[in-house]
């Protein structure tokens, strides 16, 4: 199986958003820093946005934007103390899933 269109197009755009420093939802936050500098910050926000994204039958993205507030709520909350997230985050959206195997199964 593979991902559909519809969650690879919301990755890409959610991915640029956050490479570029021009995340909507981030402004004034500097969290471009963190990239190199703290890679575990950005790990859990792409686990939040990976865990809290949902799909209809067809793979079409239903939550998108509601994914992408999730998951820089987290770094918003990282880099400003005095930030609360609310709803308050739950075990399930902070999994960190394993990883794949070190080789591709053919």
Request: charged share 25%; net charge negative; with cysteine.
């Amino acid at each position: 199986m593979k991902l559909s269109n519809s969650f690879s197009g919301a990755l890409r755009t959610f991915t640029y958003f956050m490479a570029s420093g021009s995340q909507y939802t981030l402004e004034g936050i500097d969290y471009l820093t963190l990239y190199g500098n703290e890679p575990g910050a950005i790990e859990q926000v792409f686990a939040i946005y990976a865990n809290v994204i949902e799909l209809d039958d067809t793979g079409k993205v239903l939550n998108a934007k509601y994914a992408e507030k999730r998951a820089t709520d987290y770094l918003r909350a990282y880099c400003d103390h005095s930030f609360v997230v609310e709803p308050p985050f739950e075990d399930w959206e902070l999994a960190l899933h394993e990883p794949p195997p070190l080789k591709d199964q053919n």
